[in-house]
């Protein structure tokens, strides 16, 4: 196995396979290396399935960006025959002065992006088991879908291999140097040389980016599949803001209708918001997943290439993965050209500092 490259990186989730993916597609010989295997569930891309949507109440900078990763995550299923993403619309519902309402419109607006505004009894007209509070109001657009998280990284890293990348899983980095014109990457013994280096090791970051530890506060976010009560008509993905924080949930799949709390929640607490919102979906747990959720003071990602030339992202905060495709072109793009014409100065740690 060889253990020089043109660009090592470590951590193999969702950004680490996409990178991967771009820089070996570019011709570059990439070392991956992985502590824990293909596509598990024990870091923060576990779980089966992600949003992806396009209206982003969050900021509308990442308009560009997901507009995008959906058209790479449609050439990656192109090229893999694997499918990705299905495209079953979104309703994101709450408050209509609170933060996702006014967000997602402003982002549509911003970008030209297809939606209409609906009130609380057209958004259950139209998806009778959501339940609006009476107050509520939503945005409605088509391009938003569920993405199968694990087929996701696993069609990158097949694209990867395809294209020459060698990876190394059930491998620890233990730590890493500058090293004369490149680096050195170091796990139980084995030394790995090369020419660029991107960290995208997820929660695990700040362990080799010292420098983020002040900025990320890690958390155990469990994920509920729910039996429906009653035969469930078609749904779209969906968020609703409430008193209690955002919930957000997916269309019924073979392991049931899958609900979550846009942050750490115990089953009575979801339980809670089902009952009042989707009470279809109060039925039999059928299963659980927790996942980590990396977080920064701001809610948005850093993605970077330090003055020392290591090129890292920690893509986070909840609503990452959707953005993963797009991620590792913009990481092949910093490790092998220093540069990246994609729109990411807002992304810039520098923000926590200036
Ligand atoms: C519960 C939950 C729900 C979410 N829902 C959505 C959603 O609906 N839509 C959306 O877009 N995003 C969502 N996100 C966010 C998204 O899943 C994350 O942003 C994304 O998965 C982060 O990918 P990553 O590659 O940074 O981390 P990971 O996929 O965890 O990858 C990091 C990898 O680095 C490896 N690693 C770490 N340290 C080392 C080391 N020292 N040596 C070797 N390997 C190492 C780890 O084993 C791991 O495989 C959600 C997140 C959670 C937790």
Known sequence: MPTTADVCVIGLGAMGSAAAKHCAARGARVIGIEMFGRAHGQGSSGGRTRVIRLSYFE????????????????ALEEESGAHLL???GGIYMGPPDGEL????RRSAETHGLVHELLDAAEIHRRHPPLVPDPSWVGIAEAEAGVLAAERCIEAHLRAAERAGAVFHFGKRVDRWRVDGDGFAVETAGTTYAASSLVITAGPWIAELVPSLAPLLRVEQVPLFWFDPTAPVSRLPVWIA?????GYYGFPQDEHGLKVARHGPADLERVRAFVRRH??????????THTCLYTSTPDGHFVIERREDRVVYASPCSGHGFKFSTVVGEILADLALDGVTAHPIGFLSAA???S
């Open 59 to 74: 900021h509308p900078d990442y308009v560009p960006l997901l507009r995008r990763a959906w058209t790479l995550w449609r």
């Open 86 to 88: 299905a495209r079953t």
């Open 278 to 287: 989707l009470p279809v979906a109060d039925g039999a747990l059928r299963s």
């Open 241 to 245: 803001e409430t008193a209690d924080g």
């Open 351 to 353: 923000r926590f500092t």
């Open 101 to 104: 309402v006014p967000g997602a």
